[in-house]
C-alpha cells in the first residue's frame, strides 16, 4: 500500500463509461436499453451512448471489421452498474431475467454488496449491485471483508421490486461503480494499478485476484487471472474498448502524469485526458470531473 498521500490518487476519484467494440450495434443498444434498463442517450452513427440521466455507462463503438477476443485473451471481465437502491436494482434484475433469460450466470451476496451477474449477446460480462452502507463493511489492516454468498434472485426480486419500480424501471441513477478486468498476472497489476496509478489494495484472493480502491471504496477496479493467466497483450478486437476514470481536478491529472512518467509509463495527454495502456493493452482514460 502506497504510504504517502501524493501517490494516491484523490478520494473522490470515481470511475466513468466504459466503451465496447461491438459487431451487431442494433442488438447491443437493444439488450442495453430494453434489458439492462438504460437510456439511450445519443446514437451518433457508429457510436451508442447509453445510461442514466446525464450520465454515460456504456459506449457501444460499431466495429463489425474485428474479430472475436481470443480465448482466454486479457480484457473485460465485467462492468459493474451501482444502482441507488434495491427496488432498482431487482427492477432491472426482473427486466434482463425476463427478457434474456439465458443471459444471466450467477448472483453473490459480497456482505458490501448484493450482485448479479450477466453476460450481453457479445460475451461481455456485466454485473448490476447495490452498495450497503459502508458503515456495515468491515476492515482489517487496510483490507475490506468480502465473501460469495448465496442470494436467490427470486427471493430479492419478490422482497424488493416495487410497482413503481416495476412500472418505470429505468427511473433513478445508476452509474459505474467498478470495471473488472481480465488480466495476465496479479504482479504486473499491483505494480501498474496500485504502485503507479495510485490506488490503494482493498482486497485479494490468493494469487489470482487483487481488488483497489480509491477513498476507501470497497474497489473501483479489480483484476483477476481467472481466465486469463499468463495472457500477454491484447490484439486489436471486439470487446473493451477503454476504461474511464474520473478524477476531482486538473491538478489530479497533472500529478498522476507527472507519477506515470516516473514509472516509465507512456501517457497521452491533450489537456483535458490523460490515456495510457495496462500491461495488457487494455486502454485507461483518465478525465476531471
Known amino acids: 500500500m502506497n504510504t504517502s498521500t501524493r501517490e494516491l490518487l484523490a478520494p473522490e476519484?470515481?470511475?466513468?463509461a466504459v466503451?465496447?467494440?461491438?459487431?451487431?450495434?442494433?442488438?447491443?443498444?437493444?439488450y442495453y436499453r430494453d434489458a439492462v434498463?438504460?437510456?439511450?442517450?445519443?446514437?451518433?452513427?457508429?457510436?451508442?451512448v447509453l445510461g442514466r440521466g446525464t450520465t454515460p455507462i456504456v459506449i457501444l463503438q460499431h466495429a463489425p471489421q474485428l474479430a472475436a477476443p481470443e480465448p482466454r485473451a486479457a480484457g473485460l471481465f465485467h462492468t459493474a452498474i451501482l444502482f441507488d437502491t434495491q427496488a432498482q436494482l431487482a427492477a432491472a434484475v426482473y427486466s434482463v431475467a425476463t427478457k434474456h433469460p439465458g443471459t444471466f450466470t450467477g448472483s453473490a451476496d459480497h456482505l458490501v454488496s448484493e450482485a448479479f451477474y450477466f453476460t450481453?449477446?457479445?460475451?461481455?460480462?456485466?454485473?448490476?449491485?447495490?452498495?450497503?452502507d459502508r458503515t456495515a463493511w468491515s476492515w482489517a489492516h487496510g483490507q475490506v471483508e468480502m465473501s460469495t454468498l448465496a442470494l436467490d434472485p427470486n427471493e430479492f426480486i419478490r422482497a424488493h421490486l416495487t410497482d413503481e419500480a416495476l412500472a418505470n424501471p429505468s427511473l433513478g441513477n445508476a452509474i459505474v461503480g467498478h470495471v473488472h478486468l481480465s488480466v495476465g498476472d496479479v504482479a504486473s497489476a499491483r505494480s501498474f494499478y496500485v504502485d503507479a496509478l495510485g490506488f490503494e489494495s482493498t482486497a485479494e484472493l490468493g494469487g489470482s485476484a487483487l481488488f483497489v480502491s480509491a477513498g476507501g471504496y470497497h474497489h473501483h477496479m479489480a483484476m483477476n487471472t481467472w481466465n486469463s493467466a499468463g495472457s500477454g497483450r491484447r490484439r486489436l478486437a471486439l470487446g473493451l474498448g477503454q476504461v474511464d476514470i474520473i478524477v476531482p481536478g486538473a491538478d489530479d491529472l497533472g500529478a498522476l502524469n507527472e507519477r506515470m512518467t516516473h514509472h516509465g509509463i507512456s501517457t497521452r495527454d491533450d489537456g483535458q485526458t490523460l490515456s495510457f495502456d495496462d500491461p495488457w493493452a487494455n486502454l485507461i482514460r483518465v478525465r476531471t470531473a
Do not use: C, F, K
Open 37 to 48: 434498463t438504460l437510456e439511450l442517450q445519443s446514437h451518433d452513427g457508429p457510436v451508442a
Open 13 to 16: 476519484t470515481g470511475m466513468g
Open 120 to 132: 450481453d449477446p457479445e460475451g461481455n460480462g456485466i454485473e448490476l449491485y447495490w452498495d450497503r
Open 19 to 30: 466503451t465496447v467494440r461491438v459487431g451487431n450495434l442494433d442488438a447491443m443498444i437493444a
